[in-house]
């Protein structure tokens, strides 16, 4: 998912939320949602959809405030549905809170237990209500924003990236391991105001400059007063997803002062290294294959050339294919360039595979177009366990790493040579400490213990 957030009286603060979120759509497709604070009103809309589906001007003109909460949903916990669509709304003991969530918390059974005994009512079925009745209940018995905010993260595990709104200012807040990133920028000067983003390419699409990450275990309260930052869990450690790294982030966002553009061209040379081939051709798959591909190209020499040709337009497909259109392997996506590609021996890179079956239908894409051998690189290791912490990788049987060899992979996607990224390789190119990162669906090691009961949902 994405999360923004703003403070900023003098902003027209839903319009700046919507931009916000339209930098941020990558990482959520089903449903979008703003709220806005004026006093202690609320005024929220969401909807299933794209962020230019769900908002238009008039919609927009709606939401007044001087406090913006935002939301990109993509479905972890919870059925895709507009009850579930974010931010989450709930009323407490000081006025109404607005909560947009992104992570997935793995202690939701005993969470719940604690919320129904006090006979709250949840209305949906996300983790991300939890959350913000948790801070409720907290509230209700007595605490501050801040102080009762802070108790009810203590009762969460898992990973959370959040935006908290309420009528006096916006917390930001990452769980004690900042499994997902969240990033803080300034808007203005004079008072200079605070605009927080999942990504960076959140705030560069407002003008706003980035400042820093929020820290794992740190809340940011922002208020007419400025930001105050707390370091609310006793054992921080660094543990972010390496695989918004490799994948889910935007290319041109910041993480550890670079762009992700460029970590993700050194593991394309790092690949070269590991792993040469000779052929004629490199390309990647559009999008997420391209800086790796051209990484790739310059450390080895072999030449860059597109294959594939993406088209820009499709998106969330509503409408399904025809069965004659699914059984012909359509190639409504990504389509072959034949010139580029006939009677040449060609090295393909992907991010990452998961089920394998957008890599099996290019690479007899590749051949049907006249590619004379397929290599295929991929630049992260093999994706051999389920995510707990909020990216879909799916129930552990459906990862065809974790049932079958490399080479009985390269067997069944029909190409000439596959080789994976080392796990090493992933990490040491981050140029950070390597154990600063989750990299469980790689190795299983998980940072956040997962209950039994969870893991079972997984097939782990
Ligand atoms: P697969 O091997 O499952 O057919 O898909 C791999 C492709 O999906 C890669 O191109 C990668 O960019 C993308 N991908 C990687 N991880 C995920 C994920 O968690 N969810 C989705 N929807 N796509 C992913
Ligand atoms: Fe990211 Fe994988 Fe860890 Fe999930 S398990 S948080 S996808 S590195
Ligand atoms: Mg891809």
Same mark, same amino acid.
């Given at each position: 998912?994405?999360?923004?957030?703003?403070?900023?009286?003098?902003?027209?603060?839903?319009?700046?939320?919507?931009?916000?979120?339209?930098?941020?759509?990558?990482?959520?497709? %089903?449903?979008?949602?703003?709220?806005?604070?004026?006093?202690?009103? /609320?005024?929220?809309?969401?909807?299933?959809?794209?962020?230019?589906?769900?908002?238009?001007? !008039?919609?927009?003109?709606?939401?007044?405030?001087?406090?913006?909460?935002?939301?990109?949903?993509?479905?972890?916990?919870?059925?895709?549905?507009?009850?579930?669509?974010?931010?989450?709304?709930?009323?407490?003991? #000081?006025?109404?809170?607005?909560?947009?969530?992104? &992570?997935?918390?793995?202690?939701?059974?005993?969470?719940?237990?604690?919320?129904?005994? +006090?006979?709250?009512?949840?209305? *949906? *079925?996300?983790?991300?209500?939890?959350?913000?009745?948790?801070?409720?209940?907290?509230?209700?018995?007595?605490?501050?924003?801040?102080?009762?905010?802070?108790?009810?993260?203590?009762?969460?595990?898992?990973?959370?990236?959040? /935006?908290?709104? *309420?009528?006096?200012? =916006?917390?930001?807040?990452?769980?004690?391991?900042?499994?997902?990133?969240?990033?803080?920028?300034?808007?203005?000067?004079?008072?200079?105001?605070?605009?927080?983003?999942?990504?960076?390419?959140?705030?560069?699409?407002?003008?706003?400059?980035?400042?820093? +990450?929020?820290?794992?275990?740190? /809340?940011?309260?922002?208020?007419?007063? &400025?930001?105050?930052?707390?370091?609310? !869990?006793?054992?921080?450690?660094?543990? #972010?997803?390496?695989?918004?790294?490799?994948?889910?982030?935007?290319?041109?966002?910041?993480?550890?002062?670079?762009?992700?553009?460029?970590?993700?061209?050194?593991?394309?040379?790092?690949?070269?290294? %590991?792993?040469?081939?000779?052929?004629? =051709?490199?390309?990647?798959?559009?999008?997420?294959? @391209?800086?790796?591909?051209?990484?790739?190209?310059?450390?080895?020499?072999?030449?860059?050339?597109? &294959?594939? @040709?993406?088209?820009?337009?499709?998106?969330?497909?509503?409408?399904?294919?025809?069965?004659?259109?699914?059984?012909? &392997?359509?190639?409504?996506?990504?389509?072959?360039?034949?010139?580029?590609?006939?009677?040449?021996?060609?090295?393909? =890179?992907?991010?990452?595979?998961?089920?394998?079956?957008?890599?099996?239908?290019?690479?007899?894409?590749?051949?049907?177009?006249?590619?004379?051998?397929?290599?295929?690189? @991929?630049?992260?290791?093999?994706?051999?366990?389920?995510?707990?912490?909020?990216?879909?990788?799916?129930?552990?049987?459906?990862?065809?790493?974790?049932?079958?060899?490399?080479?009985? @992979?390269?067997?069944?996607?029909?190409? +000439?040579?596959?080789?994976?990224?080392?796990?090493?390789?992933?990490?040491?190119?981050?140029?950070?400490?390597?154990?600063?990162?989750?990299?469980?669906?790689?190795?299983?090691?998980?940072?956040?213990?997962?209950?039994?009961? /969870?893991?079972?949902?997984?097939?782990?």
């Amino acid at each position: 998912c994405g999360v923004f957030g703003i403070y900023a009286p003098d902003e027209d603060v839903a319009k700046l939320t919507y931009f916000g979120l339209y930098a941020l759509q990558h990482r959520g497709q %089903e449903s979008a949602g703003i709220a806005t604070f004026l006093g202690d009103t /609320v005024h929220l809309y969401k909807d299933m959809g794209l962020v230019s589906q769900v908002f238009n001007e !008039s919609v927009l003109s709606e939401l007044p405030g001087t406090i913006g909460v935002g939301h990109t949903r993509y479905s972890t916990t919870g059925s895709s549905r507009r009850v579930n669509a974010q931010p989450a709304v709930v009323d407490t003991r #000081l006025g109404k809170l607005a909560l947009a969530h992104n &992570g997935n918390l793995v202690n939701t059974v005993k969470l719940r237990d604690e919320l129904v005994k +006090d006979s709250i009512n949840l209305v *949906t *079925t996300t983790d991300s209500e939890m959350i913000a009745y948790a801070i409720a209940q907290e509230v209700g018995a007595g605490l501050d924003w801040l102080d009762g905010a802070i108790k009810a993260f203590h009762r969460c595990e898992g990973a959370f990236s959040l /935006v908290v709104g *309420t009528p006096v200012g =916006i917390m930001g807040v990452r769980d004690p391991n900042g499994i997902r990133p969240l990033v803080i920028g300034t808007i203005g000067s004079n008072p200079v105001r605070y605009v927080l983003s999942s990504e960076t390419c959140g705030l560069d699409i407002i003008g706003a400059d980035y400042l820093r +990450d929020v820290e794992p275990g740190e /809340v940011v309260w922002i208020t007419e007063a &400025g930001l105050a930052s707390y370091h609310w !869990s006793k054992k921080p450690q660094r543990k #972010l997803c390496v695989f918004e790294m490799i994948y889910f982030a935007r290319p041109d966002s910041l993480m550890h002062n670079e762009t992700l553009y460029s970590y993700r061209m050194r593991l394309g040379r790092r690949l070269a290294i %590991e792993s040469p081939v000779e052929a004629d =051709i490199v390309f990647g798959v559009p999008d997420s294959g @391209i800086p790796a591909a051209i990484g790739y190209s310059q450390e080895s020499g072999v030449k860059y050339a597109e &294959g594939l @040709i993406k088209n820009r337009y499709v998106g969330r497909t509503f409408i399904q294919p025809t069965q004659a259109m699914r059984e012909s &392997g359509i190639k409504m996506k990504l389509n072959p360039l034949k010139d580029v590609l006939v009677g040449k021996r060609v090295i393909i =890179i992907d991010d990452s595979i998961v089920r394998g079956t957008t890599s099996r239908k290019l690479v007899k894409a590749l051949r049907d177009a006249g590619a004379i051998e397929v290599h295929m690189r @991929i630049s992260s290791p093999p994706v051999t366990h389920p995510c707990f912490y909020g990216i879909d990788t799916d129930t552990q049987d459906q990862l065809i790493a974790a049932r079958f060899s490399v080479e009985e @992979i390269r067997k069944q996607l029909q190409v +000439d040579s596959l080789a994976y990224l080392s796990w090493e390789g992933m990490l040491e190119e981050t140029q950070e400490d390597t154990n600063s990162f989750c990299s469980a669906c790689f190795t299983g090691d998980y940072p956040v213990a997962i209950p039994e009961q /969870v893991k079972r949902t997984k097939l782990v």
